[in-house]
């Protein structure tokens, strides 16, 4: 279990890394709340200079944002802080 936490950190803590490198503005939003089976169900977006481009769900916000870090890595083809993606081509994310 505590592999996996560090991975998780690992990938927010990368997200960081990589926006601070490349002038982005770096956010977690918590998007929804509700009930799912008496349990609080929170979804959490990664936000980069205002769009939206990644979501996590999870029972608490922490697991929910981790989660949204990790997918915005692996959509933005993130391998490490200094990488620069280009997501339409021209220039913006």
């Known amino acids: 279990m505590d592999d996996l936490e560090n991975l998780e950190i690992n990938h927010k803590n990368k997200l960081y890394?990589?926006?601070n490198k490349n002038g982005k503005s770096l956010e977690f939003e918590t998007l929804d709340e509700k009930l799912e089976?008496?349990?609080r169900l929170f979804t959490v977006a990664?936000?980069?200079d205002g769009q939206n481009i990644a979501q996590g769900k999870a029972f608490n916000k922490k697991?929910?944002?981790q989660i949204?870090?990790?997918v915005a890595v692996e959509k933005l083809g993130i391998v490490?802080?200094?990488s620069i993606v280009e997501e339409d081509g021209d220039g913006k994310l």
Do not use: H, M
Request: glycine share 12%; hydrophobic share 50%; proline share 0%.
């Open 46 to 48: 990664a936000v980069i």
């Open 63 to 65: 697991d929910a944002s």
């Open 68 to 70: 949204a870090a990790q």
């Open 37 to 39: 089976n008496g349990r």
């Open 80 to 82: 490490n802080a200094d």
């Open 17 to 19: 890394g990589w926006a």
